[in-house]
């Protein structure tokens, strides 16, 4: 009803200011859009489930995140397909899983720092009613 609206309507007005703030961060630009197939021909083949910021704020828009810990799960989706996809030694797959670790750690901050732990439960009330 009209008061869960509202709150829908700050929690996706609070994740796009987040989700803008990570896509800004330049070490975050690989995770920025889709990977292109063209760029990375094999990547479909290993990662089943692609995810990335642009396709996040398309989901916010979509009204596609009921909570901030759905959203946390596509970011931390970001960051598993970036470990599978870069599992070995050599320095071009450690400073790639470096960066999904920081985008992770990242996105976990600044929804602890700038979220109302009430405002939250609220809205998974919200998501398990529905
Ligand atoms: C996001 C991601 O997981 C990603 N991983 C890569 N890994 C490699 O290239 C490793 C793989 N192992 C052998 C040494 N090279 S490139 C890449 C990527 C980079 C972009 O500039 C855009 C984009 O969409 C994806």
Redesign the pocket.
């Known amino acids: 009803e009209e008061i869960e609206e509202a709150t829908l309507r700050e929690l996706r007005i609070f994740l796009r200011e987040i989700c803008a703030k990570l896509a800004r961060n330049r070490t975050f630009?690989?995770?920025t859009?889709?990977?292109?197939e063209e760029?990375?021909p094999d990547?479909r083949d290993i990662i089943k489930e692609p995810m990335d910021l642009e396709t996040m704020m398309t989901k916010i828009d979509q009204h596609e995140y009921e909570c901030a810990q759905e959203f946390l799960c596509d970011i931390d989706l970001i960051c598993t397909?970036?470990l599978e996809?870069?599992p070995?030694r050599?320095p071009?797959?450690k400073i790639?899983r470096h960066r999904a670790c920081t985008l992770r750690d990242t996105a976990y901050a600044y929804i602890k720092a700038e979220m109302d732990t009430d405002f939250e439960d609220k809205c998974r009330e919200i998501r398990d009613r529905r």
């Not at 859009?33 to 292109?36: A, E, I, M, S, T």
Request: proline share 5%; net charge negative.
């Open positions: 630009y690989i995770f859009k889709p990977v292109d760029v990375v990547y397909n970036a996809y870069n070995d050599n071009e797959d790639i």
